[in-house]
């Protein structure tokens, strides 16, 4: 257990690491960021432009400009964003908050539902309740979430006007139409896989044990098959953050929510180099370390894993 | 188990073996007829190919042409539309329909062929880590764990912004970042075959590697290949339109599914077929590719193939 603990952190860090230096070498798929950086190079010498260079650091190996980077970061510095003219993790941590409570309830939204959708579909197998949720679950994981925002969008709030169009100002009534978008797709996976997870177990030769000692139905699902049929939900919330992560990207965009999402798209559309690198390197921590927690809770709560 | 009361099984599978194979051949046909919603996937797979194929004759409108005379009509049935444009007109006056119908030609064209690229990549890649194992294959799947670590979207999003957008530079980047899932698949697949006996028996007779990966273990991993690459061009099309509604895709000019709902959502408050055309029409073709992947997962899977 221990070792696998010590292994498994050592792999983290090591991902974590292989992110950071792919978020700093996609600044020099294009040559010298520079050019990126200044843009219009009218009425500026040379000169100037060598100064710039030497001032951001550019002249020296990319290798050496990575491990001061990475040395800067460890030590919680992430550099200045060119926009907003503060230090980047300041202007992270400003809207890191605003995301983690979108993807949060989104999380926990996409949870209530799917459970109980894909332990009705899977008990009532083959009926029409199990027919119409999966049918919703393929249409579900069809249909781009962010189209389906803009749906939500023009039906609840241009329409209806139940919800703001935009913004974070009004409390939980800004929060329902982002946190339905950014959890529609994770509940369409969720049920299909809960449903096809419990199916499989109410196969297993104990549940048919529990059955033939007499065990009410009720019982056979809630205290024999359902703890089982949860374990993969776990690794499934891993997953889930990833695509929530992910989504907040687009979620954020459509809706102006002022998270991260939004913040690293900017970063992104507006060359803001050392933001950019910021802003993927909070990603992918937050990520990792997410999965990472999901895989001792994983080990944790089945034996089966535990043992090997 | 039913026919205990005949000649008792002696060993010899032949007459089983020609009893099924009939059944085994038709199989595919037979599910197909029995599967309403893979039907339904293959025509609206057929019919956006056809519309992709011919969208320059069947509209008769540019998809570019402004015609700032009949701005922002409705689609149709509805008050204001005209039958000159039956699915109306953006905030510039250009064709919705026409727009809609090259709009599938780039979806299918960037689905295709990035999801043709990262298969062959991963399956590849694939073959190689998973039949010879070693140092490649540790450094290849780290590799995978790190691109995995990146919300996808993310990536591709920050390599355009860098090598700059367009048709081919999406494709490539969309086909360059998909190789994970076939990697991983047939990797596994590849592990499980290489110690087989009919593997073995090729190594042992002095067949190359290279003949032993391409002419008897590709043929094996195929099945889930095929059923992959079906759900990938669906999530490829998706990513597409998501690039493009970030302002990331195919250059402004081209007309595209993401970048007309991009356009629509200024208008979403005075004109919602501006944000529903383009979604719809990018919904049904996600959801008819998806019916036919799963199908094509429950026809190629040997484990349903017994029941």
Known sequence: MINYAIRRILQAILVILGVTMAAFSINFLAGDPTYALLGDLRGLSNQDIQDFRHRMG???????????????????????????????????????????????????????VSIPLGIVAAVNRGSIWDRISMVVALVGQSMPSFWMGLMLMLIFAVWLGWFPVSGSYEGWRSMVLPVLTLS????????????????????????????????????????????????????????????????????????????????????????????????VTMFAVTFVLANLLVDFTYTYLDPRVRLQ | MENSNKTPFDGNLDPFME??????????????????????????????????????????????????????????????????HILGTDALGRDIAARLANGARVSLLVGIVAVFISGVLGVSLGLVTGYFGGWFDDVLMRLADVQLAFPFILLMLAVLAVIGPGLWNLILVLGVTGWVTYARVVRGQVFSLREKEYIIAARSIGSSSLRIIFLHIMPNVLGPVIVIASFAVASTIVAEASLSFLGLGVKPTTPTWGMMLSDGREYIRTAWWLTTLPGLALAITVLGINLLGDWLRDVLDPRTLIT
């Open chain 1, 184 to 279: 529609f797709y994770d509940i369409a996976r969720n049920t299909r896989i809960i449903r096809g997870s419990l199916l499989e177990i109410l196969g297993e030769d104990y549940v048919r044990t529990a059955q033939a000692k007499g065990q009410t139905p009720g019982r056979v699902l809630f205290d024999h098959a359902l703890r089982n049929a949860l374990i993969p939900l776990i690794t499934l919330i891993g997953i889930d953050l990833g695509s929530l992560l992910g989504g907040a990207l687009i979620t954020e965009t459509i809706f102006a929510w002022p998270g991260m999402g939004v913040l690293t798209v900017n970063a992104i559309n507006g060359k803001d180099l050392s933001l950019m690198q910021a802003c």
């Open chain 1, 58 to 112: 550019f002249d020296r190996p990319i290798p050496e400009q990575y491990l001061d980077w990475l040395n800067k970061a460890v030590h919680g510095d992430f550099g200045m964003s060119i926009k907003y003219r503060e230090p980047n993790w300041k202007v992270i941590m400003e809207r890191f908050p605003a995301t983690m409570k979108l993807a949060g309830s989104a999380l926990l939204l996409g949870l209530l």
């Open chain 2, 19 to 84: 009893e099924i194979k009939p059944l085994r051949k038709r199989r595919w046909l037979i599910d197909l007829k029995r599967s309403p919603l893979a039907i339904f996937g293959i025509v609206v797979i057929v019919v956006m190919a056809f519309i992709a194929i011919f969208a320059p004759v069947l509209t008769k409108y540019d998809p570019t042409s402004v015609d700032l005379a009949v701005r922002l009509k409705p689609p149709m049935p509805f008050k204001g539309s005209t039958s000159e």
